[in-house]
């Protein structure tokens, strides 16, 4: 800040915080104070927490692997838990002489920023179906892949087609039914779309799970986050589209991803 905010100042934030629910109050506002450029400005983005707005869409920012993810309003913002993910997709991109990735349903752009600070030399290509979050995306990937605006496979270019390494996508999980219990600043402040699974959370899990041997190398992987209640269908899901299914989880990072290995 241009004005160095007083003891009590960060009192009066931590309490406000507290007051709107806010479990981690006196972190939260550490962070505000750092990220404001003026006491207005501070205002303002206390005023947004308070009102519900994720911290990291108010801040600007998220924390993903230690990289720092642009967060734009409206945009979906990267969990702890997909960390998982993004590691379990290293690991196999690390695997394979030449990587091809895939970051579908991408928001952020998160999974495949950590895949080219991951992998050198990893060709990487992401999709996603909201505007906001392909512009948000391209700010965090930029030049070094591609961040492509349209509906999962969509986009992609043809050749793309038997030559892919690492499949991801965090797709939407959450029954639309449930949709209605999530945290105010997921609801509210988030898209729709980033959040909606259908019916039982699977629908945007089959096309996934369909095509993807399409798009596949032979050996290839599709890797999908999923909730551990959901994952023995989500492996029946792989099996049926000609996938080898495994699900491996994190106690830590409370996260479940199933892998699918293409025939070689």
């Known amino acids: 800040m241009s004005v160095s905010p007083s003891t009590e100042l960060k009192s009066t934030i931590t309490a406000s915080l507290r007051a709107a629910g806010c479990v981690f109050a006196e972190d939260e506002a550490r962070l505000l ?24 869409q108010v801040l600007g920012w998220a924390e993903f692997r230690d990289l720092r993810i642009a967060i734009e309003p409206g945009v979906f913002v990267p969990r702890r838990r997909t960390e998982y993910l993004a590691s379990q997709a290293i690991m196999l991109a690390q695997q394979a002489d030449s990587p091809v990735g895939v970051d579908l349903c991408c928001g952020s752009g998160a999974v495949g920023a950590a895949l080219l600070a991951a992998v050198p030399g990893i060709e990487l290509y992401a999709t996603d179906i909201d505007p906001e979050a392909v512009r948000c995306a391209r700010r965090n990937i930029g030049s070094a892949g591609q961040v492509l605006e349209g509906d999962l496979y969509q986009p ?68 999908i986050e999923t909730s551990e209640r959901q994952s023995s269908e989500t492996s ?16 830590e990072l409370d996260a479940t991803v199933v892998i699918g290995l293409a025939d070689s």
Not at 43 to 56: F, H, Q, S, Y
């Open 156 to 223: 992609l270019p043809t050749a793309l087609r038997g030559r892919v390494d690492v499949l991801v996508a965090n797709a939407p999980y959450v029954p639309t039914a449930a949709i209605a219990t999530m945290p105010p600043e997921a609801r509210l402040h988030e898209a729709r779309v980033a959040l909606d699974g259908g019916a039982d959370g699977l629908d945007v899990q089959r096309r996934v799970a369909a095509a993807a041997t399409q798009w596949l190398a032979p050996g290839g992987h599709l890797l």
């Open 33 to 56: 104070v750092s990220a404001a450029s003026s006491a207005a400005g501070l205002d303002t983005m206390v005023a947004r927490r308070v009102a519900g707005e994720p911290l990291e």
């Open 236 to 251: 029946r899901i792989f099996a049926r589209n000609g996938l080898t299914p495994r699900v491996t989880s994190s106690d």
